[in-house]
């Protein structure tokens, strides 16, 4: 992976000296992940005039399991105690190996930090990095999409796991819970985001926390999970109905979102208008009269961090590329009855290499638990 990291470095590099800076200061962790290799904590990477730095502030692999960064790199340490800041400690390094100019993430830093590095080296020019490495990580490498393949079967086995359990009578923060656990033990990093579990009146609600509501017969069950392999985080969701055959307007309900997100999934194509993904999914249940409380965007991208560019909008700018992973989970939330989530991570790719790959594949039928 080395040669890997080294020309991601090269690419933003090369970015930075076609802007006018000689040298740059990530600080973003998972930025400084995507080219070092690793990020521990408070971490910081220069690339530098004449060499390239990891600064960190502590031991850089202080837990078992924990990512190493690239072999190729230098790593500094600085000392545990009065060893400073190391995005300071880089700048005044910057300074010192000749650059008259230092591009930093001006939407990271905090004012004091951005003014700590003015001061340590005042005649350092300090210019706006911007989102550089944001737009570099949206097209993911082989290497990545595999993170992202296993962590979508790690959740696909902790969800079926769960499917097969007794769930009535059990807590939505309960069940949360153990699909947590469950992702661990089957080899995740952790979970990708904090686990949505919504029963009854609060199921499709996005983005509900987890309650001490128990599981009755006859709720919709909406869950929402993701695990974090090497990193890289997936996200499914799925809607069911516990104990009982679906009533009519559940079925209704349900057959209405799937086709949303078929409609969204389908248009996964590389060149594709990311509000004209956005667009066809909200198509459908915009026609069927559900416009209102709909969600801000119909899904987005995901890698690194769990939610990234490319961003399926109304008001999204831009196309989709081959290679870029992105959600696609519409749902309708009806307030006092509950509602339906199905969201799926996919992978683009052109139709000659047969469309977009589904990396989350338990079920979409609508199972009655």
Not at 95 to 107: F, I, K, N, T, Y
Request: charge should be negative; include cysteine; proline fraction near 6%.
């Amino acid at each position: 992976m080395s040669e890997v990291y080294a020309a991601r470095r090269t690419r933003l590099r090369e970015y930075c000296n076609a802007g006018g800076s000689a040298a740059a200061l990530v600080s973003r962790p998972a930025n400084v992940r995507y080219l070092a290799g690793a990020a521990p904590r408070g971490a910081v990477l220069l690339l530098g005039r004449t060499e390239d730095l990891l600064l960190c502030g502590g031991p850089t692999a202080d837990r078992p399991g924990q990512e190493r960064p690239d072999e190729a790199l230098r790593v500094q340490t600085l000392p545990a105690v009065g060893g400073g800041d190391p995005a300071v400690a880089a700048a005044d390094l910057a300074a010192g190996q000749g650059a008259d100019s230092l591009a930093v993430e001006e939407h990271h830093l905090t004012v004091a930090r951005h003014r700590a590095l003015g001061s340590v080296a005042p005649r350092l020019r300090l210019a706006n990095l911007g989102s550089a490495v944001e737009q570099l990580r949206v097209v993911k490498d082989e290497e990545e999409i595999s993170c992202l393949r296993i962590g979508a079967e790690i959740a696909d086995q902790a969800l079926g796991e769960l499917l097969e359990s007794i769930l009535v009578g059990r807590t939505e923060r309960h069940l949360a819970l153990e699909l947590e656990r469950r992702l661990v033990d089957h080899g995740a990093d952790g979970p990708a985001f904090p686990t949505s579990v919504a029963t009854g009146p609060n199921a499709g609600r996005p983005g509900h926390r987890p309650t001490d509501r128990r599981v009755e017969e006859g709720d919709f069950l909406s869950v929402c999970l993701g695990a974090t392999y090497r990193g890289y985080r997936c996200e499914i969701g799925r809607t069911f109905v516990i104990g009982t055959a679906p009533a009519d307007w559940q079925i209704e309900l349900y057959d209405l979102v799937f086709a949303a997100q078929r409609a969204g999934r389908e248009s996964l194509v590389p060149g594709a208008a990311c509000r004209d993904v956005d667009r066809a999914a909200r198509h459908v249940l915009d026609s069927a009269g559900y416009s209102e409380g709909l969600t801000a965007l119909t899904g987005h991208g995901v890698g690194l961090e769990i939610d990234e560019d490319p961003q399926l909008s109304p008001a999204a700018m831009g196309k989709l590329d081959a290679c870029v992973p992105v959600t696609v989970e519409p749902g309708v939330h009806l307030p006092g009855r509950g509602g339906v989530r199905i969201d799926d991570t996919l992978v683009v790719r052109p139709e000659a290499d047969g469309g977009p790959e589904l990396l989350t594949i338990t079920t979409k039928e609508l199972l009655a638990l």
